[in-house]
């Protein structure tokens, strides 16, 4: 992504900020693994959305007005000794000439700097909460401006979030951030389908996962966007399971949950299939049941439909079906009244989806749900997870079936990102049988 891309949003964001703020932003520090092992450094994703700054020991400063510059990074400064063995560091003229910082000062010298920069500011914004230690730092620099009130200096006195405004404008995707989530997809679609061709009785869940991660690898994608779940068995009905210990066997429903996350920006995608490559009457049942569910739920994705309607036309096919299987006994519209699918479909049938799994935006404008537009993206993951229960005849037992895909919202409907993953029984047995 060029970084105009970057210069783009704080231009954004910083109009909608307003003269006489600043906005404070630091970089993820880094997190301990085990004793003096760090884990692979990942960006913080709104500091990354702004600066494309990949560094950890980095802040920015965004200051609207600002004639000798709005934008100025803190960062690490150019070190031979320690890049011989960690890789080199842009410095403080990368930060000026490669991320178009206005003006770049060396992190060691941040306490002495920034105080000065909040100065006759009237707000900051800066999001409280997230770290305590830099939270003390930022107080300690506005009480570092208040004594110096008898000059004729003063500090800002109103705190806000950065949180509304910057997740707000991370809700609508550029031409740019599609690209990468798009190449996100095209790479899980891989992986899921190297899977399907692998898989066999007496394998473990985590050769599959292994399969997986070496297909992101292999592509680009330095590690997936969240924990792979491979989940067989009974574990198929388990929601976020991520174990991986257990042999497959023959007769196995199993669940794959998995995606890359490329250059920060995060793939989504459920698919379950039998573990020896033929779906069992019942298996077969289920599937096509969530299968209608799914394709319910994505036909409803579409600009002026509100964020649930998906999820409404989800549940509305999966109760008439458990009706149709006679898991559920009753009228319909009633069982759906009463919730009483949530035994065995408990969960939303989707969430924001980009530079984190889990993505930002609100689901509610005040009590009203969101209306959908252009430019956002979401999962579509209905599913069914049939676990043992006494009311529940035990053919069916252990049958977890989820189906998800990443979605684009577009002007005059819907795309599906992840629409390379086979979806169809067909399809799913013809690559499993192509071993």
Not at 309 to 325: C, E, M, R, S, Y
Not at 339 to 350: D, I, L, Q, R, V
Request: proline share 5%; hydrophobic share 40%.
């Amino acid at each position: 992504m060029k970084h105009s891309e970057y210069g783009k949003r704080r231009k954004k964001f910083m109009d909608m900020l307003g003269d006489d703020s600043i906005a404070i932003l630091p970089a993820a520090p880094e997190k301990i693994r085990n004793r003096d092992v760090s884990f692979r450094y990942r960006p913080d994703s709104d500091f990354y959305y702004l600066t494309g700054f990949a560094e950890p020991e980095a802040v920015i400063a965004l200051i609207p007005g600002r004639e000798q510059g709005e934008f100025i990074l803190f960062c690490r400064a150019r070190d031979p000794e320690k890049e011989i063995w960690h890789g080199a560091r842009a410095g403080l003229e990368g930060a000026r000439n490669d991320y178009g910082a206005d003006d770049a000062y060396p992190f060691a010298d941040m306490d002495d700097i920034l105080p000065g920069l909040l100065e006759n500011r009237e707000r900051i914004y800066y999001t409280m909460g997230n770290d305590a230690a830099f939270d003390q730092r930022v107080l300690g620099w506005v009480n570092q401006v208040r004594s110096k009130a008898r000059s004729g200096v003063h500090a800002p006195e109103e705190y806000v979030s950065l949180n509304h405004i910057l997740h707000d404008m991370r809700l609508y995707k550029s031409r740019a951030e599609l690209g990468k989530l798009r190449k996100a997809a095209a790479i899980t679609a891989d992986a899921h389908i190297r899977a399907m061709r692998v898989c066999r009785p007496g394998l473990m869940e985590y050769q599959l996962e292994a399969e997986l991660l070496h297909e992101f690898m292999r592509q680009g994608a330095h590690s997936a966007a969240y924990p792979c779940i491979v989940g067989s068995g009974a574990n198929s009905c388990v929601l976020h399971y991520s174990d991986n210990t257990r042999e497959m066997q023959d007769g196995d429903i199993l669940l794959i949950d998995a995606g890359a996350e490329y250059d920060c920006y995060a793939s989504d995608v459920t698919r379950s299939f039998p573990v020896n490559g033929r779906f069992s009457s019942r298996q077969r049942a289920v599937y096509e049941l969530v299968l209608a569910a799914q394709l319910a739920a994505i036909d409803a994705v579409r600009p002026g439909n509100h964020w649930d309607q998906p999820h409404k036309a989800a549940v509305a096919v999966l109760t008439d079906g458990l009706v149709d299987l006679g898991i559920l006994k009753g009228s319909p519209e009633a069982l759906q009244e009463q919730e009483a699918y949530k035994p065995y479909f408990m969960h939303k049938t989707g969430h924001w989806l980009g530079m984190d799994v889990h993505d930002v935006g609100d689901y509610k404008i005040g009590e009203e749900w969101r209306l959908l537009e252009p430019g956002m993206t979401l999962t579509i993951e209905p599913g069914l997870y049939l676990q043992p229960r006494e009311e529940l005849a035990d053919a069916w037992w252990n049958i977890g079936v989820r189906i998800e895909d990443d979605v684009l919202v577009t002007k005059t409907g819907h795309e599906v990102l992840s629409g390379d993953t086979p979806k169809t029984i067909a399809e799913i047995e013809a690559v499993m049988a192509a071993n």
